[in-house]
Antibody
Framework: EVQLVESGGGLVQPGGSLRLSCAAS????????MGWVRQPPGKGLEWVSI????????YYADSVKGRFTISRDNSKNILYLQMNSLTAEDTALYYC????????????WGQGTLVTVSS | EIVMTQSPVTLSVSPGERATLSCRAS??????LAWYQQKPGQTPRLLIY???TGATGTPARFSGSGSGTEFTLTISSLQSEDFAVYYC?????????FGQGTKVEIK
């Protein structure tokens, strides 16, 4: 069974940093594209970033480009999201997402970790 | 960036009735479209990918259609567990984007 368990969320001041982690199990982590999707409270979904299986290709939403960095450790089956220069607009539930091998659809989601940016 | 627009924002339907949800892309995305269901307090769940292919576990009452810029998710006979928010998402090219969602509520 696929399991994605996020951690690292919390309350941070504007301009601060956080690093999210996603521990993956139940599948061959190193063969799948992985990413982060966020959802502000009471709002819709937004793709944040995605990384290739080997980690050599990364993509970011314009809203986070230059501030967020996605990475992965295939030896530990962990996905990361380093978030810098946080603003109130980054407040959201951050989901770890596994991309379906044949499409761009997300076939597995974590439960999410809440990031709150506030003074 | 491709903008995905869903309509209606809210759909009021009686149990047993048919529901039709629409999703429009601002430019052609071929069939690179997925539909997700999200119930309150829950994680989104993949229903349909490649516009019309049911994901594992998706009930047969859910069907998807369309290509290019116009897409439809149809729920043939609404069950109580189907009242939720539905999102479309394209994956034709990065950045992949979601529609704003359609809330299906009990009439």
């Amino acid at each position: 069974e696929v399991q994605l368990v996020e951690s690292g969320g919390g309350l941070v001041q504007p301009g601060g940093s956080l690093r999210l982690s996603c521990a993956a199990s139940g599948f061959t982590f190193y063969t799948f594209n992985m990413g982060w999707v966020r959802q502000p409270p009471g709002k819709g979904l937004e793709w944040v970033s995605i990384v290739s299986p080997s980690g050599d290709r990364t993509y970011y939403a314009d809203s986070v480009k230059g501030r967020f960095t996605i990475s992965r450790d295939n030896s530990k089956n962990i996905l990361y999201l380093q978030m810098n220069s946080l603003t109130a607009e980054d407040t959201a539930l951050y989901y770890c997402a596994k991309r379906s091998p044949a499409t761009g659809a997300i076939d597995s989601w974590g439960q999410g970790t809440l990031v709150t940016v506030s003074s | 960036e491709i903008v995905m627009t869903q309509s209606p924002v809210t759909l009021s339907v009686s149990p047993g009735e048919r529901a039709t949800l629409s999703c429009r892309a601002s430019q052609s995305i071929s069939n690179k479209l997925a539909w997700y269901q999200q119930k309150p307090g829950q994680t989104p769940r993949l229903l349909i990918y490649d516009s019309s292919t049911g994901a594992t576990g998706t009930p047969a009452r859910f069907s998807g259609s369309g290509s290019g810029t116009e897409f439809t998710l149809t729920i043939s006979s609404l069950q109580s567990e189907d009242f939720a928010v539905y999102y479309c998402q394209h994956y034709n090219n990065w950045p992949w984007t979601f529609g704003q969602g359609t809330k299906v509520e009990i009439k």
